[in-house]
Nanobody, 121 residues
Framework: QVQLVESGGGLVQPGGSLRLSCAAS????????MGWFRQVPGKERELVAT???????NYAGSLKDRSTISRDNAVHTIYLQMNSLKPEDTAVYYC???????????????WGQGTQVTVSS
């Protein structure tokens, strides 16, 4: 009964910017770490960034110096601001969250459905 919904993907020119959003909803008591991953066909899913409830962030991969992850705990939402985008950033971007269920009292990992980001002129 927990849903993660990404939005904000689309087509952008090289050098452009996009801001992705991921909103968690459902039977949520609390959420620990949330993050962004990305994947292209034929390659493994890779970590982009994570953020904990206190706002501590970690970055990985080629987007490390061109992206910023942020979080609004009140609405269970994270964001990924991406700048200076390159064609090699083209991928499906997935949201991740580790969630404590409101009913049952168990922790589970959840993934969003993904949002396509295409960087091309």
């Amino acid at each position: 009964q927990v849903q993660l919904v990404e939005s904000g993907g689309g087509l952008v020119q090289p050098g452009g910017s996009l801001r992705l959003s991921c909103a968690a909803s459902g039977s949520i008591s609390s959420i620990n770490v949330m993050g962004w991953f990305r994947q292209v066909p034929g390659k493994e899913r890779e970590l982009v960034a994570t953020i904990n409830p206190g706002g501590i962030t970690n970055y990985a991969g080629s987007l490390k110096d061109r992206s910023t992850i942020s979080r609004d705990n009140a609405v269970h939402t994270i964001y990924l601001q991406m700048n200076s985008l390159k064609p090699e950033d083209t991928a499906v971007y997935y949201c991740y969250a580790y969630v404590l269920s409101q009913f049952g009292g168990t922790w589970n990992a959840y993934w969003g459905q993904g949002t396509q980001v295409t960087v091309s002129s």
